[in-house]
């Protein structure tokens, strides 16, 4: 009998699964559209069908040990999802009773930033780390950070959102009712903002003004920037300048040994990466400068959040005695 | 034989020294001017003698059992102040080695507010808390982080530069070489900054114009805004705006329960409390609103920093062997 987690990180765009054991191996994965599901308890039904299903074929007995859970706003104490911007599910949600319902497990409910630390701290590029911030790059612009080797997740479970500190006051209307979040600069949605200005702001020849306004993706864009298009660049380096000068505060505050970038654009590679270094290297405090290593995940392939909410399970559930249930 | 710690607060104006038992009583307390002393070591043969003396002058031997230092830029792994903006002495200076040479006692060195936060962990506001943000406003503004129940120094021992996180790009410029620093605006000496550019700036009748610009002094602007003058309580409106900005985004960052408030302009009451909390809920990130209680520290009148110094001491050298020094 073999004992997995289930990691489920509920992202504005896709929810990704994955089957995962002890070691961080992942025995499957998949992932399918957040917003096909307009309850909770819908999303919840499905992936119970789709993942019994697909345990039902696999070889041998499982036991399902428990459901670590990485979603925006998710808070840890709580179980639940409380008015996250990018959800389509509105108020506060508990995750942990829907799906402990369902799957008849114990869950854990996170930040699903905390979630891809959590990964990156286990199993990726902060293995031997005790002060890192992680911060993923999706729809929105979610954070978790490390400090004494423990995640920071606050008095009441909401730590975390760098995302939603302010860095431009009076800046672009954000999701969360104010103005100027890093959220509307440095996500996928923000680069697609920036573009969608920049666009109409100058008159430069560009691939991207090939495509509808409104069809412009991080994608299109990242592919353009990479054969060269200057305007497509000029995005990058934009985005990379309010990522730089964010993330210098948020050295200021917990003198993090390294920053670790997740997410969509971070794909992008050193089309991102370079330029926030550069950027980020110019706004530290002298004292900071030189010593905050800016790097990828480890965990791109895997995604850190599935990985993380699994490895949180573990951490939980470790000691305590409770119902597991059998799949063979 | 009683057993003592020392407790010594290094700031930019004054160096507030405190002799302390394990319980946090104070037996004795003084304070001498930081720039009357051109070399470190001036500053601790000066403390030497006076403390050494006024210990004579006690009943019963004391026996020294440690020091413990908070100074702007103090770091707790080296033991050192490095690049201090708000200090004369410049560059990297090793307290610890200086101290224990002249004192023969064990030394340990953290930034200012570091200490007051743990004098606040303690022995004052944040008795129960496990999470909460100290901020000192004094000659510079300063910040410690207490997350999961412990001070975050970060992996080199240099976080909670809250002061130096960049609330305004091109704003003013700050001793640290750039712009717009927190500091500028929400220390001692940013408030006088505001009243002269006020002052500059509009006509309206304000007792402040009877001092000249350069002897302008927080105290003075403090005292104006308690008799009801119109243009120093907007010069405390202001402040108190910057500084609620700057908050929000730090409990965007760790959810703290508190934000304690200490030093200088911490003293003037509600004259700055009451519009920064206005501010602060204003700013925040709507799951966050209501639930940070933003509070005067517990310790005003004995100083935070000196009593948490001393309570490092405790925390530090009490499983370890080592040489004390007896006075009796």
Redesign the interface.
């Known amino acids: 009998m073999k004992e997995i987690a289930i990691g489920i990180d509920i992202g504005g765009t896709n929810t990704v699964y994955g089957v995962i054991d002890r070691k961080g191996n992942t025995f499957f994965e998949g992932s399918v559209s957040t917003n096909d599901y307009n309850k909770p308890k819908d999303l919840a039904t499905a992936l119970h069908r789709i993942i019994t299903e697909e345990l039902m074929h696999l070889e041998g007995t499982y036991v399902i040990r428990g459901i670590g859970i990485g979603a925006p706003?998710g808070n840890y104490y709580n179980g639940t999802i409380?008015?996250a911007p990018n959800l389509i599910w509105k108020g506060v949600i508990n995750l942990n009773q829907i799906f402990s319902q369902i799957f008849q497990v114990p869950v854990v409910v996170t930040n699903d930033a905390n979630a891809a630390a959590m990964g990156e701290l286990m199993f990726g590029a902060a293995k031997k780390?005790?002060?890192f911030i992680m911060i993923t790059l999706g729809t929105g612009v979610g954070?978790g950070?490390v400090?004494?080797g423990?995640i920071?997740?606050?008095?009441?479970?909401?730590?975390?959102?760098?995302g939603?500190?302010?860095i431009s006051?009076d800046g672009r209307e954000c999701a969360?009712?104010?103005k100027g979040c890093l959220e509307t600069y440095a996500s996928v949605t923000g680069i697609v903002r920036t573009a969608q200005i920049m666009l109409a702001k100058s008159s430069r020849r560009s691939h991207l003004r090939e495509i509808h306004k409104e069809e412009l993706t991080g994608k299109i864009i990242t592919n353009a920037a990479r054969k060269g298009d200057t305007l497509a660049l000029e995005i990058f380096d934009y985005t990379a300048k309010k990522l730089g000068?964010s993330l210098?505060?948020?050295v200021?505050?917990?003198?993090?040994?390294a920053i670790i970038l997740f997410g969509g654009l971070a794909h992008s590679g050193d089309l991102l990466l370079e330029p926030t270094r550069r950027y980020l290297e110019e706004?530290l405090?002298?004292?900071?400068r030189g010593?905050v290593k800016l790097i990828p995940s480890e965990l791109q392939h895997q995604n850190a959040a599935v990985l993380g909410a699994a490895a949180i399970v573990w951490k939980e559930f470790e000691k305590k005695n409770y119902n597991a249930s059998a799949y063979s």
């Open positions: 706003n409380e008015f780390m005790k002060d954070s950070f400090a004494n423990k920071i997740y606050g008095k009441y479970g909401f730590a975390g959102e760098l939603h500190t302010i006051q969360c009712g104010r000068f210098a505060n948020a200021a505050i917990t003198n993090p040994e706004t405090l002298p004292i900071f010593s």
